[in-house]
Structures are given as C-alpha cells and as structure tokens.
C-alpha cells in the first residue's frame, strides 16, 4: 500500500499538564522510534506545550483538538492555527462529532477551519460519521458523503492531500461497540469515491482515511487489514500508554 499507516490519540478532555507529561513519556518510551508509521497525539491546549517538549525529537506527532478560523481578533476563549503551529503542531482534528453535537458546528464552519488550517500548514483530521438514527434510516453514506463534501468544499487538489479523514460513527465512539471491519471498509471505500469524485482518483490514493470509535488492541488487526483502513483515531484506548503502543504495533506488523 502507498500510504502509510496513522495512528493518532485523541486525548479530548482528559488529563491535566502533569498528568499529560507522564502519558506523552510513556508514548515516546513506548514507540518514538518507531519510523514506518505515522503517529500523533492531541492533548488539550492547557498540555499541548508540555507534551511538545517531551516528544520533540521523537516520531511522535502533536496535534491540537479544536481551533478558530480567524487568524487573530474579539473571539474570546478561541484558539488560533498559528498559535498552534508555533507551538509545532502538526495536526488539528477538526469537526469531531462532538463538536458537531455539543457545540452545534456545522459542515460550513467545519469548512472555514479546514481551509484555515491547511493555509497555515497545519494537517486537518477532518472527523465525519453518522448516527444510529442515521444509520438505521439507511442514511450512512448520504451523511457521510455530505460531511466530507461539505468540510473539504473549495479546496484545491494539492491542499486535499494535505488532510487526512477520520470516519467515525457516532454510535460506536466510547461505546464499546465497534463497527465490523466490514461494514467500517463498505463507508470508507465510498470516502474515496467522494474523493476520487471531488479531487481525482490519483489524490484520493494517497489521502489517509482512519477509523475511529472504540477501536482497541482487540480489535486493530482486523480493521487496519482493511484495503481502505489507513490507521486510527483513537479515544479511550489513547489515554494508557501501553494500548496506545500496542495499536501503534497493529500498524507496524501491517506497514
Ligand atoms: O472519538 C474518538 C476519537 O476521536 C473515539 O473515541 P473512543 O476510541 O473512546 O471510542
């Protein structure tokens, strides 16, 4: 496979700075080294220049959770993308589905941020995924394909190479329940149609589309063997060091 394999921790609201430093120590003991995977974890703002200082030098990646559109301005309580990159961020996960669903953010605001973030170098994950309502009316691939229209809108073929896409279906994130390796490849296959559709097939080769939403040691190998599975977007399972390191390994084993 010509892509390679990404494997990112989405800390969300968990861990103070203190406790952020132990886990981003125990990641780089763990798998800094490790060179044929691409690794990243997204701690909260208040932990983002801590943990930078402990993985810098290491092949782990930082990432931030969340950011504004505007470059500077009256937007109290928001973020920047170059407050970000100049605290050597890399990757900003954008659109998660709880920022759809507490903080109301829609495909056209989701959008503002990606082409924000892709200006100022910064690697957008960006987050699509349906619910079980949505899922049980048959509607997964229209939601989907609306989501990843909708948030990539405008953007030209060499600045879509730049993201990556995470598919993460609302019902399986912090549930337990995952979706089979099966039905998680059936939606991301029909990602790199909207894809190939919206930016070529040659560039919808290369884009990394990870799954997301209680992936776990368990359950990695089957779902990263999948031709379309390009690595993970992990929650609960990013918050211990050692699964982290084992799901960065499923990789590994697969590269
Ligand atoms: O939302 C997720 C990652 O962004 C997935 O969370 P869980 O792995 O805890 O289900």
């Avoid at 989907?144 to 993201?163: H, I, N, Y």
């Avoid at 998680?184 to 919206?198: D, F, S, T």
Wanted: one cysteine or more; a negative charge; aromatic letters at 6%.
């Amino acid at each position: 496979m010509s892509r390679r394999y990404f494997i990112a921790g989405n800390w969300k609201m968990n861990k103070t700075s203190s406790e952020a430093a132990a886990l981003a120590q125990g990641v780089v003991e763990a798998v800094g080294n490790v060179s044929n995977v691409d690794i990243a974890i997204c701690p909260t703002f208040t932990s983002l220049e801590t943990v930078e200082k402990i993985i810098e030098g290491s092949n782990v990646k930082l990432g931030a959770q969340n950011m504004h559109f505007e470059k500077s301005g009256a937007f109290t309580g928001e973020i920047s993308a170059a407050m970000l990159r100049e605290l050597h961020c890399a990757y900003v996960i954008l659109g998660h589905s709880e920022r759809r669903q507490y903080f109301k953010e829609c495909d056209c605001l989701i959008n503002k941020k990606v082409k924000a973030a892709v200006a100022s170098s910064l690697k957008p994950i960006l987050c699509v995924g349906e619910t079980l309502e949505e899922r049980e009316a048959n509607k997964t691939i229209e939601v989907v394909s609306t989501q990843t229209k909708g948030g990539l809108d405008g953007l030209t073929a060499e600045e879509a190479l730049k993201v990556v896409i995470a598919y993460e279906p609302v019902w399986a994130i912090g549930t337990g329940k995952t979706a089979t390796p099966a039905m998680a490849q059936e939606v991301h296959a029909e990602i790199r149609k909207v894809l190939a559709g919206m930016f070529g097939e040659n560039v919808a080769e290369k884009i990394q589309i990870l799954y997301g939403g209680s992936m776990k040691p368990e359950n990695a190998d089957e779902l990263l063997a999948q031709k379309d599975i390009d690595g993970g977007l992990i929650g609960g399972a990013a918050l211990k060091a050692d699964s982290f390191a084992a799901l960065v390994n499923s990789a590994v084993k697969l590269a």
